[in-house]
């Protein structure tokens, strides 16, 4: 089992909708949940972080995360097709460096 | 801009060569961390550095090693390259090992 998994896609959302990308991780240790953007060609972008169970909020982003279910999630409210990327999950479990899943590509339909 | 530089952005190595990539981290950050991030996969952690000591490894054999500088500048150097090595090669500064951390532009080594 991966220590942290996500849906490779691609994820395919026509522009104004709601993209849901989604992640799980094994370690419930695990304490502190990162989400990137990457565009092709580009490196990582840090666009949300989250360290409390519940919703965090930032613009059209929104993270969540249930520690019991070992899942967190990232909404992008009004998808516009700038917003095509790959979208990476990291999580931090003690005073280890950030572990990544493999991403989710979205593709957002004009 | 993450203040986070990486150098050279692109370069070509012969199997069996060596290679030294250096990165600037972020104004404050004392933290500085390694990844190797093949095509279609996520960065997969090579070692992290904390105040000039190297804290933590990823699992990649012993001819990929570091060091880091008292500015907190950083070096990843790869002996013997191997053509699996081609890959984008990352740095991440933070301010602690497990909070967030910004990357610089990376660097893209092919090895022919």
């Known amino acids: 089992q991966k220590e942290v998994e996500q849906n490779s896609g691609p994820l395919s959302v026509p522009e104004g909708a709601i993209a849901s990308l989604n992640c799980t991780y094994s370690d419930r240790g695990s304490q502190s949940f990162f989400w990137y953007r990457q565009y092709s060609g580009k490196s990582p972008e840090l666009i949300m972080f989250?360290?409390?169970?519940g919703d965090k909020e930032d613009g059209r982003f929104t993270a969540q995360l249930n520690k019991a279910s070992q899942y967190v999630s990232l909404l992008i409210r009004d998808s516009q097709p700038s917003d095509s990327a790959t979208y990476l999950c990291a999580v931090a479990t003690g005073r280890r460096a950030l572990t990544f899943g493999s991403g989710t590509r979205l593709q957002v339909q004009p | 801009e993450t203040g986070v530089t990486q150098s050279p952005t692109h370069l070509i190595k012969t199997r069996g060569q060596q290679v030294t990539l250096r990165c600037s981290s972020q104004s404050g950050h004392n933290t500085v961390s390694w990844y190797q991030q093949a095509l279609g996969q996520g960065p997969q952690f090579i070692f992290q550095?904390?105040?000039?000591?190297?804290?933590g490894r990823g699992n990649f054999p012993p001819r990929f090693s570091g060091l880091q500088f008292p500015n907190y500048s950083s070096e990843l150097n790869v002996n013997a390259l191997e053509l699996d090595d081609s890959a984008l090669y990352l740095c991440?500064?933070?301010?602690?090992?497990?909070?967030?951390?910004?990357f610089g532009q990376g660097t893209r080594l092919t090895v022919v």
């Open positions: 991440a500064s933070s301010l602690t090992e497990n909070t967030e951390a910004f």
């Open positions: 989250i360290y409390s169970n």
């Open positions: 550095y904390y105040r000039e000591e190297e804290n």
